[in-house]
């Protein structure tokens, strides 16, 4: 690694392949090997909260994360320190570019496995924690789900691998964001933070509020991740019905129907009117004010596809890659294909219930 070279690594939850994160070359090997997306950030490892603190600001939030759940498979986003600020210059090194997010923050982790910690003592510095599988393919619990999915030219990007065996099969890292003051669950792991939510609606405008509410606490992530809602409910339960109280809050004003028949239908988000003013704000400060036309709100049906890779056909892949917003009816029937994007997306997990009552839905919700 003070070479600049990649290591796969075990870890407690997956395979993971290291680099020094202070290491521009290394992290430059690193994208080729993860034939990542432009602009996708990596998580880091520390060896403590120390070493965490000489990277980034820690408010209370993210504090009492650290305190009750690391070490262990958690990642604690927080704000990248300035580069030029004096934290900063007393650290070693400072974290390579294309490691933080465009919008300036990093995720950390301080796992729970004694290699890694070692490693990253004797470095004196973050590595990249990040699976060791390539893009989209399977979770690397074995060294053979590494080597079995990627090409001879990613393999000989590798320059060691530790291999411990099969590992066992838990999830990864539970992702939370503590740059707000309402920390949120980006990606549910191994630790389950808390419970799912629910709601009982009496009515269809109830249902389309309630997609409003939610979409209010990820909309300060919009342009920096895709946002998925997964919807899943029986015919008639609502799906639709909450689809277009999205994009209502999403200041979108062309009628919103079932794509049943299309499989999906796409509306340009118009991000300058003074309805989602706010939404709007988002975007510029996460593109830097580079707003485009190709932003939209993607609404997708899977009720009549024959297999979960026409959700892929459909350009699923190049629209969350575009950090737009998607709702997707019927979602259960296309689950494994929608978790692929689990690292690159936001997705919430929407299920609505008929009630005891004719016009009553349980509305529950969750990041799974």
Known sequence: MKRGG???????????????ATNTAAIK???????????KPYSVAVADQRMAEEYVELNETAKNLYMKFLPGPMTVVSKLKSQNSNQIQKSKLQIAPGV?????TLGVRIPDYQLVLEIVKKLGSPITAT??????????????????????????LIDLVIDAGELPHREPSTVID???????TLRQGEIVLSAKREVLSRSEENTQNTAKELWHKYEKHAGQRAIVFALEGEMGAGKTQFTKGLARALGVTDEVVSPTFNLQLNYQLPIT????????????????????KSKIFSHMDAWRMQTPDE??????????????????????RVADTIRKYN?????????????????????SWGVL
């Open 311 to 332: 959700l892929d056909q459909l350009g699923l892949a190049g629209i969350i890659h575009d950090k737009s917003i998607i709702a997707i009816e019927w979602a259960d």
């Open 273 to 292: 009117s003074s309805e989602n003013a706010r939404f709007a704000s988002n975007f510029q400060a996460n593109f830097n004010n580079q707003i485009t």
């Open 100 to 104: 933080a997010s465009e919008m300036g």
């Open 343 to 363: 690292d690159e997306a936001i997705i919430i997990w929407v299920k609505i219930r008929y009630g005891k009552k004719k016009n009553e839905r349980e509305i």
């Open 29 to 39: 090997r690193l994208n080729k090997y993860k034939m990542r997306p432009l602009g």
């Open 178 to 184: 503590t740059t707000m003051d309402d920390p949120t």
């Open 131 to 156: 699976s060791a599988n390539a893009s989209y393919k399977k979770r690397p619990y074995k060294i053979a789900d590494i080597l079995d999915n990627i090409s001879v030219k990613q393999k000989n």
């Open 6 to 20: 990649l290591v796969v690594f075990p870890t407690e939850t997956v395979y993971g392949i290291g680099a020094d």
